[in-house]
Nanobody
């Protein structure tokens, strides 16, 4: 069975940038939509961004629109989250997720839609 491996987290000052990666190993995630979620200490897991299999449709949480960009390289079985203008409130563990669907849908903003998850990568933004 395939797995997702998140990486790219770290400590950055406010206003800085990070790029997260999520690599699928063990199998191809062909026809899988991919998403990023995050969970801060003591809070629920929140939607961040999602992208359809072909990459033609993307979804973003209002809190990250204009600052974060989700993209994917299907040849490398990898999805990325470019995070710019980071704020202390972006501090959280970030998780990538996958669901087998070729279609776009607002359901991609819901964590229960997904059936495969990465282990998470910590992002800490200092003020």
């Amino acid at each position: 069975q395939g797995q997702l491996v998140d990486s790219g987290g770290g400590l950055v000052q406010a206003g800085g940038s990070l790029r997260l990666s999520c690599a699928a190993s063990g199998r191809t995630f062909s026809r899988y939509a991919m998403g990023w979620f995050r969970q801060a200490p003591g809070k629920e897991r929140d939607f961040v961004a999602a992208i359809t299999w072909i990459g033609g449709t993307t979804y973003y949480a209002d809190s990250v629109k204009g600052r974060f960009t989700i993209s994917r390289d299907n040849a490398k079985n990898t999805v990325y989250l470019q995070m710019n203008s980071l704020k202390p409130e972006d501090t959280a563990v970030y998780y990538c997720a996958a669901v087998h669907t070729g279609w776009g849908s607002p359901l991609l903003t819901v964590d229960k839609t997904y059936d495969a998850w990465g282990q998470g990568t910590q992002v800490t933004v200092s003020s």
